[in-house]
């Protein structure tokens, strides 16, 4: 179990600066989109 954490810890690298622009933007857009479907839902559900 140990030797395979190791194992990881050495495959693993840093992200080039792109990867990690790409990743923040997915991760924006899912927040925002979750967020406006909350807003919606809590509107649409109150309004009833």
């Known amino acids: ?3 395979r954490c190791i194992r990881i ?3 693993a690298r840093k ?3 792109q ?6 933007k997915v991760t924006a857009f899912g927040m925002v989109s979750f967020g406006l479907l909350g807003l919606v ?3 649409v559900l109150n309004t009833f």
């Open 1 to 3: 179990m140990i030797r």
């Open 9 to 11: 810890l050495h495959i």
């Open 19 to 24: 990867e990690f622009e790409m990743v923040a």
């Open 15 to 17: 992200p080039t600066a």
């Open 41 to 43: 839902l809590s509107i």
